[in-house]
């Protein structure tokens, strides 16, 4: 099977754009979850999403938006961008198992890094 | 917050075992033990995972303590290539993983 896909690999943008990356998961996972990298906070969760619908959330800002598509592709959006979000940004997939997903293992895709200036 | 401890960093020579300790004195009784790790700037990499039996796959084995309250990741014959990150993880429901800082993992030849 192919593995967690994202795209674009690296992106730089100014103070106060958008952004908007994408991830697709593996064929036959219905759950992608986010998650930001930085040197300072390490890796922390954004959110979750299952069959189209947002089931976690992380303790970030109302700028970092995300949604799923039918197929289970996901998209994050972070409006006005600042300084600090620049980061490794991962998605990661799994079946999305219900009843506390003890065993549902989520796989990573290789991260879109990204450059606020 | 994290739910686990572990140490800073570790350095294992080439061919030997390394051994990762994880504390995790908190874990309740339906929450898994997963292992990741992290080679600079890739996305981690998971490894394996535990409820309470002991694990082994082909890449590592993962002893959990009786009263659950620890674990440890052996890699049986350590490589240049294992150098990097270890993430021990309690895994609190689908969707999030909770990471900690982890342990840097440094295999000298």
């Known amino acids: 099977k192919a593995g967690v896909t994202q795209t674009p690999r690296y992106l730089i943008k100014t103070r106060g754009q958008q952004v908007t990356l994408s991830c697709s998961p593996i064929s036959g996972h219905r759950s992608v979850s986010w998650y930001q990298q930085t040197p300072g906070q390490g890796l922390q969760f954004l959110f979750e999403y299952f069959s189209e619908t947002q089931r976690n959330k992380g303790n970030f800002p109302g700028r970092f938006s995300g949604r799923q598509f039918s197929n289970s592709r996901s998209e994050m959006n972070v409006s006005t961008l600042e300084l600090g979000d620049s980061a490794l940004y991962l998605c990661?997939?799994?079946?999305?198992?219900?009843?506390?997903?003890?065993?549902?293992?989520?796989?990573f895709g290789p991260g879109t890094r990204l450059t606020v200036l | 917050d994290a739910k686990t401890t572990q140490p800073p960093s570790m350095d294992c020579a080439e061919g030997r075992a390394a051994n990762l300790p994880c504390n995790h004195s908190?874990?309740?009784?339906?929450?898994?033990v997963y292992w990741y790790r992290q080679i600079h700037s890739q996305g981690p990499q998971y490894i394996i995972h535990g409820l309470k039996n002991n694990e082994t796959n082909e890449m590592a084995s993962l002893i959990i303590t009786e009263d659950r309250k620890s674990s440890t990741l052996i890699l049986p014959h350590a490589t240049l290539r294992d150098t990097a990150v270890y993430y021990c993880?309690?895994?609190?429901?689908?969707?999030?993983?909770?990471f900690g800082q982890g342990t840097e993992l440094s295999v000298k030849p």
């Open positions: 908190t874990i309740s009784g339906n929450e898994y």
């Open positions: 993880i309690v895994r609190v429901g689908p969707g999030k993983l909770i």
């Open positions: 990661a997939s799994s079946y999305g198992l219900a009843g506390g997903g003890g065993t549902d293992t989520q796989y």
